[in-house]
């Protein structure tokens, strides 16, 4: 009978990575026995919202938990733009010299070579929010990147991560999330936060619009606010895939009581989950972590679940009660006991009601705690209380014990020198008028000047001859999944086999199809959210002739971008961007008709292949702009044409996006 091999237990044994977005999170992983901790400075991380770390403080945080065997990953997770190269790698060169990450968590292609130019010696995890989520892009990106460790997509299966897995090449390992908050887009393609107010959520600024209250057909619910993710007992089966190197826990706006619940349970659950006590005690942690209600999402593939709920409170946290009383002289009567510093939220942002409220003595289960009505009062009465934070005795007196360790520690200077940034050359554009390019979801004759653009499936490819296969430009989908990643590169060999050449990718690792590169035209697409003209450069050396930029743009990027560009340039100058692309739709949303937001910002929802797109009822729109975009030197100008349902009637806005507001 076979026995088990200690040391090949704990070389396999998955790392438990906790969130920390301040101080007092970093210790609760430190105290709950995190192997690593994932954080990010004030600038240029993923979670702008959190309150994050200055390079000193993280310094001093970091060589204790140094001290203590757990690892520091730094989020340097954000979009750039090409006027934050310079801070960005000065903020990088202080990072290296004083912090010394143990791994560097990356969005953006100019973060790695950012991170080259400066010294950076650990290891690079390629960022969910890069969205590479197909089998087949592993292999492009540990070859062309050299990354260490890619984080996949929440949506995955557990065949799906399997087959990722059996794909992955030597040095490249998996980052699999197992618990917390749940974004209704998926990661890398929303931008919903940034077209309906300019903050972007690639840049960690995402208001969060679709946990908002949408109305169809005259019924307000919260259609797109997902429950939290939760594999619970299920992370047994993620202990079979070798090549999953962490367990990831999301929640970098999480208070200290949340990372150490967390924490705590999947630790027992990897280490002692053949025990059914233990099984139950950490299912009791989970219970308590003050997250919202939880759901397996589609880890498992025969019994998939839709994480919208809108008849389900969501807002985060764990719900304590109803608001009762009079909209002057409200009050709580908790369904369990609170304890003084509990921090609880009335409501949601968006109600009229919503306030903060700190609980100042224990208050008993149904017992009575008054508060102030909220700000723009009103609307309080029967409103849902979360309670988001609490600090036990027992938990402040293992922080107040690390935080006398790190008193001892002296917090370095924070540098004040440049960082290393070599831009690549700029390539030299002929002047002239750019070229246009339609892009339709159906192969038809029809569809205004310039060049012909399709979107692959099998109708556009079946229904164009093999004569016009060569001066289409064939646009791959932004968001391609393991199950339909054969059927896709079947389409691809066909294209390529009937003649065409001209492709237009919408995530770098698409490349991935083509063994051929260099014989093809092969375009970056605008959803590879492309900003800066170091990201363009890794581009060029990967085999690229050129590049859509990212649209969510201000003016001032847009036109500096091709001066400094090494490669030809396009843009999206009119069409139907979406708001965002989803693998899932609540059963509450009818797709024939349009919803609207509570300023009344109507939108659709309509399903291409294994994907919900969001589109707005107005197009971006920057036509009078085209003139300066030619002169800047764009050599393509896309139209998105979208069919649009007869239902929705589309607003006649300007439609400029981000131009005159810039990019937050």
């Known amino acids: 009978m076979p026995t088990s091999n200690p040391s090949h237990e704990i070389a396999t044994r998955p790392l438990i990575l906790a969130p920390a977005g301040n101080r007092a999170s970093f210790l609760a992983a430190l105290a709950a026995g995190a192997d690593a901790v994932y954080c990010g400075l004030k600038s240029y991380s993923a979670r702008a919202e959190a309150k994050n770390f200055t390079i000193p403080e993280l310094a001093a945080l970091t060589e204790l938990a140094h001290r203590k ?3 520091v990953h730094a989020a340097f997770n954000a979009m750039l733009t090409t006027g934050d190269l310079l801070r960005a790698a000065g903020l990088m060169k202080d990072l290296v010299r004083t912090v010394q990450p143990d791994a560097l968590i990356v969005q ?76 209704y887009s998926v990661s890398g393609r929303c931008y919903w936060s940034s077209f309906l107010g300019g903050k972007s959520g690639l840049r960690g600024r995402c208001v969060q619009p679709c946990r908002r209250q949408y109305q169809q057909r ?3 619910q919260r259609h797109f606010s997902c429950m939290d993710l939760s594999h619970d007992v299920l992370v047994k089966v993620l202990r079979t895939v070798p090549e999953v190197k962490t367990w990831k826990i999301e929640g970098r706006k999480k208070g200290p009581h949340y990372v150490y619940y967390t924490v705590m349970a999947y630790r027992m659950l990897r280490d002692e989950g053949h025990d059914s006590q233990k099984k139950r005690e950490a299912l009791q942690l989970l219970e308590q972590s003050l997250g919202r209600p939880t759901t397996h999402y589609r880890f498992l593939p025969q019994r998939p679940q839709i994480p919208l709920q809108p008849e389900t409170p969501t807002g985060s946290g764990l719900m304590v009660g109803i608001v009762k009383g009079t909209a002057q002289n409200p009050y709580i009567s908790p369904r369990q006991p609170l304890l003084a510093g509990d921090v609880l939220r009335v409501g949601y942002e968006d109600d009229a009601g919503h306030t903060i409220v700190r609980v100042r003595k224990p208050i008993a289960r149904n017992g009575r705690l008054n508060f102030k009505p909220g700000r723009r009062g009103g609307g309080g ?24 360790e790190l008193r001892a520690i002296p917090e370095p200077q924070a540098g004040n020198q440049p960082g290393g940034l070599r831009l690549p050359a700029a390539v030299r554009f002929k002047k002239g008028p750019a070229r246009d390019m339609v892009v339709m979801r159906a192969a038809t004759r029809s569809g205004g000047r310039g060049a012909k653009g399709l979107w692959v499936s099998p109708q556009t490819v079946q229904k164009t001859s093999p004569k016009a296969m060569a001066s289409v430009w064939w646009w791959l989908s932004p968001v391609l999944w393991p199950a339909s990643e054969a059927d896709t590169a079947h389409l691809v060999a066909r294209l390529l086999k009937d003649g065409a050449r001209q492709f237009v990718l919408n995530a770098p690792w698409q490349a991935g199809f083509f063994e051929r590169p260099e014989d093809l035209q092969l375009w970056a697409g605008p959803f590879c959210n492309l900003a800066n003209p170091l990201a363009l450069a890794a581009l060029k050396q990967a085999g690229f002739a050129g590049a859509f930029v990212s649209p969510e743009l201000g003016s ?38 349009p919803f609207a937001s509570p300023r009344g910002e109507e939108a659709w929802a309509r399903r291409y292949d294994d994907n919900i797109w969001i589109f707005p009822n107005w197009r971006l729109d920057l036509s009078d702009q085209r003139q300066q975009l030619e002169k800047a030197g764009y050599q393509w100008l896309a139209h998105l044409q979208e069919p649009v349902p007869k239902t929705v009637k589309l607003k006649p806005r300007q439609g400029l996006w981000n131009w005159n507001i810039g990019l937050k």
Do not use: K, Y
């Open 69 to 71: 065997g757990m690892r």
């Open 381 to 404: 009465h029967q409103m849902p209380v979360f309670l988001t934070d609490r600090r036990e005795p027992g938990l402040n007196r293992l922080l107040e014990d690390l935080e006398t």
């Open 218 to 220: 005259n019924r307000p």
């Open 556 to 593: 001032e990027a847009f036109l500096e971008l091709p001066r400094i560009s090494p490669l030809p340039l396009g843009m999206v100058l009119t069409g139907m961007w979406p708001l965002c692309l989803s693998r899932v739709i609540s059963d509450t949303i009818d797709t024939r008709h």
């Open 108 to 183: 953006d292609l100019a973060m790695i070579d950012l991170a080259r130019q400066n010294g950076f010696a650990g290891e690079i995890h390629l960022s969910t929010l890069a969205n590479a989520g197909f089998s087949g892009s592993l292999d492009w990106i540990r070859r062309q990147l050299a990354v260490d460790q890619v984080v996949v997509p929440r949506e995955l299966d557990i065949d799906e991560i399997r087959a990722m897995a059996a794909a992955c090449p030597d040095g490249l390992g998996l980052e699999v999330f197992i618990h917390g908050a749940l974004c």
